[in-house]
């Protein structure tokens, strides 16, 4: 079954990184969290089954997060089997 995945590129500010990566990595839509370097602090990859769920968990879930300042996403559309 194909699912809706994104990459969601999140800015919090140095100091509550670690707080924000522990909160991002216990919820059930939230599939893998890296701290990275450059213009965001955070990447996550986020598993929805459409479009829509996804917004819903942003607006529910993620802008609810305290000390984020902002995001950018982009989503993948999974296609079923596998690559190669």
Not at 4 to 13: E, R, T
Not at 55 to 69: A, H, S, T
Not at 76 to 82: A, N, R, S, V
């Amino acid at each position: 079954m194909a699912r809706f995945l994104a990459l969601v590129n999140i800015f919090v500010g140095s100091s509550i990184v670690a707080d924000v990566m522990n909160t991002l990595a216990q919820m059930p839509n939230v599939e893998e969290v890296y701290e990275v370097t450059g213009e965001f602090d955070i990447v996550t990859l986020v598993s929805t089954a459409d479009m829509d769920e996804f917004q819903d968990f942003l607006e529910k879930k993620i802008f609810k997060i305290q000390g984020i300042r902002g995001l950018c996403y982009k989503g993948l559309q999974e296609i079923g089997g596998q690559v190669g």
